[in-house]
């Protein structure tokens, strides 16, 4: 296993350091992408507190140690590997290292994995990050500089290679239950077409046909998380996209159905592992 200080002398060996825009804490998002969230970010210590998100997180570290607790181990990825956090599983970020970590990383719905999957259960990578050369590769063309802009259909088809490469890489599941893929996805579009409204399980239950609980069980499986967080993270992201367009958080947190600004930050701390301030602090540090 490797230890900090050898990780620290195998970067110093094999990887050269990215030039950074000075040292301090930034984030920059790349507003081309159409089917994702794709960010470069730099971090000098700690990165953000314990949180989950009901996306995939996958990346690559592309200078120094970036350290993460998850599912109760302590992962370190250095260049040459590929971080993959699965939906709604907690983990944090921090610094291995006095250098820092630089990264990139995309955060991708399950649901785009489904429709190339079909309605199996979503692959999972034990400890949160791999060595497959497999999925290093069908990463590569999401995660390049984000001063490259994505062509629409080169995304979809990077997508596409991703997913079969997540499947690879993870394995057959064990104990596979049968799960209604139509039903689930009529409740997940039920749920985008309501995103600032009240939705109730009797609705999706009416909508679906298919019996509550059941149907709940099916989308934790096909996309990683409950409806009702399902719905809560499509609101925080439609607060991101007002709030760096310049809208206030106020009024962002009303517009995306959200009680008050204070409900919205509590949402957002836990989904992103910071409060909106920071994040908003560290977008406007890339520029």
Same mark, same amino acid.
């Given at each position: ?21 000075? =040292?301090?804490?930034?984030? =920059? $998002? ?52 590929? *971080?993959? &956090? ?18 990139? !990383? ?10 190339? *999957? ?16 497999? &999925? ?9 500089? !984000? ?26 599941? $064990? ?12 409740? $997940? ?27 709940? =069980? ?15 993270? +499509? ?42 301030? +920071?994040?908003? $602090? ?6």
């Amino acid at each position: 296993m490797w230890t900090i200080r050898a990780i620290s002398i195998r970067i110093a060996m094999d990887s050269t350091e990215a030039e950074l825009p000075g =040292r301090r804490d930034w984030v =920059r $998002r790349d507003a081309g992408a159409q089917r994702m969230e794709r960010i470069e970010a730099y971090f000098g210590g700690h990165g953000y507190d314990m949180h989950r998100h009901d996306t995939y997180a996958i990346g690559r570290t592309l200078s120094g140690v970036q350290s993460f607790s998850y599912r109760r181990s302590t992962t370190h990825s250095t260049p040459g590997s590929t *971080i993959v &956090l699965h939906p709604d599983e907690p983990h944090d970020g921090h610094a291995g290292t006095d250098a820092g970590f630089h990264y990139r !990383m995309i955060y991708i719905e399950p649901s785009l994995i489904q429709r190339v *999957i079909g309605g199996r259960p979503l692959p999972f990578i034990a400890g949160g990050r791999s060595d497959d050369r497999r &999925l290093f590769a069908a990463s590569e063309t999401l995660l390049r500089a !984000m001063d490259r802009t994505l062509d629409p259909l080169e995304e979809e088809d990077a997508i596409f290679d991703l997913a079969h490469a997540l499947a690879a890489t993870a394995g057959a599941p $064990r104990g596979r239950q049968a799960v209604d893929y139509r039903a689930a996805e009529v409740a $997940r579009t039920l749920l985008l077409d309501n995103i600032a409204q009240p939705v109730t399980l009797d609705e999706l239950e009416r909508a679906s046909g298919r019996d509550r609980w059941a149907l709940s =069980r099916d989308f934790r499986a096909l996309y990683g998380t409950s409806p009702h967080r399902y719905l809560v993270m +499509r609101r925080l992201d439609m607060v991101r996209r007002l709030a760096a367009a310049g809208q206030s958080l106020a009024d962002a947190a009303a517009w995306a159905g959200f009680t008050d600004q204070s409900h919205m930050t509590r949402h957002f701390t836990r989904a992103f592992g910071h409060a909106p301030g +920071r994040w908003l $602090r560290t977008l406007r540090g890339a520029t």
